[in-house]
């Protein structure tokens, strides 16, 4: 059973940083990918940033670049995004998901509950 638990998010005021972790269980598929997406109220749901495997960079949002990072800790099968400058229009549910790796992150298979980022 595939778990995946996501925290740090919360309330910041715009230029703020917020890091936030997702912590994932229940499976040992180490072809899997992962990252984060985001959805705001009355909006698509929007990939923000994603690991490849084999070595390759991540991927990024054209809107996050520069001021997201992704990143993994597999000893602790841990996901990060620091996300630094943050502005208002950042403002949403961040979901960690995981899934193989040519889907896109909106689609992977697995995601966790979510956690509210809020930018004011």
């Known amino acids: 059973h595939v778990q995946l638990v996501e925290s740090g998010g919360g309330s910041v005021q715009a230029g703020g940083s917020l890091r936030l972790s997702c912590v994932a269980s229940g499976y040992t598929d180490s072809s899997y990918c992962m990252g984060w997406f985001r959805q705001a109220p009355g909006k698509e749901r929007e990939g923000v940033a994603r690991?490849?495997?084999?070595?390759?960079?991540?991927w990024y949002a054209g809107s996050v670049k520069g001021r997201f990072t992704i990143s993994q800790d597999n000893a602790k099968k841990t996901l990060y995004l620091q996300m630094n400058s943050l502005k208002p229009e950042d403002t949403a549910m961040y979901y960690c998901a995981a899934g193989h790796c040519g889907s896109v992150v909106t689609a992977f298979r697995y995601r966790g509950q979510g956690t509210q980022v809020t930018v004011s």
């Open positions: 690991t490849y495997t084999g070595g390759y960079s991540p």
